[in-house]
């Protein structure tokens, strides 16, 4: 069920790249309100998510909305005028799911299936340059006589912009960088090549210095690679069942503007036909690029050789320190 206003301030919660806080509505639910670019996207990626099968986490968007007693945030001011804030994506916290344990694209019961990969499909077909593993979530829900356990790709803000790795020119909720992207370049080895990389870039290499982090990265790489053929077929399947008009609706909960909703409803239509379209025939690499993208590649192996010098001397600096 949609939130019901009207909505008093909780508290703010300060994990995470975006702005949020959490408020409660008028029955008395708790939800967490994320402000900046990635609201309208997460409300619109949640619903195609969703539409094919899997779980998704729910998302309500408001261009604007009244919070009673709401203080000086620390983070997303920019989005509140009075008492009333701006580009609000509202989630739950619903009494009857438990957030439990993260699960990983290599290691979870479903490896190899048609499903894992039509769900890492999905994720490119997104853009979603945030894909770790550490947004996989396992959900306990309750419900009468049952308990069941879900497995969710959480936080989906990251998404409709250009894909990338840290230090390289990655965006969320970018109609013009989404655009700009191939989506299924060719298939090799039976296995679909898609226009997607998000592993660290130039001096992005500096995030080595976060083991963590970079593992993280470099993981998911790995997990977006390989996907059959037959398994991308079979998700583009299920997305061409989707209506132009159904495409729409996920756009209008976001409150896109008409021309940005039909542009980005075309550019899914064509990639969900490249789908459809997969022969399991290795094909060539587009090699037509632009100047200006041969330009830009040229600048970015500079700056990958850069970003690589400096992460190695990191690396021997670190090593130094703890003899």
């Given at each position: ?110 490896a190899d299936t048609r499903e894992l990969n039509g769900l890492k499909v999905l994720m490119i077909l997104l ?94 790489e790995q997990a977006m690679r390989g996907i059959p053929v037959a398994h991308a077929r079979w998700i583009g ?57 041969k330009i830009k590649k040229w600048n970015s192996k500079a700056l990958d050789h850069a970003g690589s010098t ?14």
């Open positions: 069920m949609a939130p019901v206003a009207p909505f008093t301030f909780l508290e703010e919660n300060k994990s995470g790249e975006s702005p949020k806080f959490e408020v409660r509505d008028a029955r008395g639910d708790v939800w967490t309100v994320k402000l900046g670019p990635e609201a309208q996207a997460e409300t619109v990626s949640t619903r195609l998510v969703w539409a094919v099968g899997y779980f998704a986490e729910e998302a309500y968007y408001f261009d604007d909305v009244r919070v009673d007693s709401l203080p000086q945030l620390s983070r997303g001011q920019d989005y509140v005028a009075g008492d009333v804030v701006r580009g609000a994506r509202f989630e739950p916290k619903r009494r009857n799911m438990k957030r439990g344990s993260t699960w990983g694209w290599q290691k979870n019961p479903f853009n979603n340059f945030d894909a770790r593993s550490g947004n996989n979530r396992i959900i306990y829900v309750d419900a009468p006589g049952r308990s069941e356990t879900r497995y969710y790709v959480t936080d989906l803000g990251a998404t409709l912009g250009r894909a990338g790795g840290l230090g390289g020119t990655r965006t969320k909720n970018d109609l013009v960088d989404f655009l700009s992207t191939e989506f299924v370049r060719g298939v090799e080895d039976g296995a679909v090549e898609f226009d997607y990389d998000t592993r660290p870039t130039g001096l992005g290499h500096l995030s080595v210095l976060h083991p963590v982090y970079y593992r993280s990265q470099v993981k998911k399947s299920l997305l061409a069942q989707l209506s132009d008009e159904q495409l729409r609706d996920a756009f209008r909960a976001a409150n896109y503007s008409e021309g940005t909703r039909e542009s980005y409803v075309a550019a899914f239509r064509e990639r969900i036909n490249q789908l459809t379209r997969l022969s399991s025939r290795e094909s060539q690499r587009q090699n037509s690029a632009s100047v200006g993208t400096l992460s190695k001397t990191f690396t021997k600096l670190r090593a130094r320190v703890r003899r």
